[in-house]
Nanobody, 124 residues
Framework: QVQLVESGGGLVQAGGSLRLSCAAS????????MGWFRQAPGKEREFVAG????????YYADSVKGRFTISRDNAKNTVYLQMNSLKPEDTAVYYC?????????????????WGQGTQVTVSS
């Protein structure tokens, strides 16, 4: 069982930056693939970024590639999402998720555990 709590969301102007954090409970955090997803009003929840258990593999949605960076600190049971050059279309609730296993995972259906979400609003 893994419990996830996101923080760091807020209101920022276009072109600005935010850093999201996701704190996980449980001793086996390092054995999970971690991902960030987002959901805008009226839209499906979509994949944003993922990271392997070791942090050695990271992968991104095309819409955020080059602007967002995912990282993890297994000693602190925390995963991060650094978001730079934010755009109004990045506005959404951002969710942290955990998936057992070791392969890259971009489908929401691969993830077993979810946080409650944190709101990110980018003004133009």
């Amino acid at each position: 069982q893994v419990q996830l709590v996101e923080s760091g969301g807020g209101l920022v102007q276009a072109g600005g930056s935010l850093r999201l954090s996701c704190a996980a409970s449980g001793r086996t955090f390092s054995s999970y693939v971690m991902g960030w997803f987002r959901q805008a009003p009226g839209k499906e929840r979509e994949f944003v970024a993922g990271i392997s258990w070791s942090g050695g593999s990271t992968y991104y949605a095309d819409s955020v590639k080059g602007r967002f960076t995912i990282s993890r600190d297994n000693a602190k049971n925390t995963v991060y999402l650094q978001m730079n050059s934010l755009k109004p279309e990045d506005t959404a609730v951002y969710y942290c998720a955990a998936a057992p296993g070791y392969s890259d995972k971009e489908s929401r259906w691969d993830y077993d555990y979810w946080g409650q979400g944190t709101q990110v609003t980018v003004s133009s």
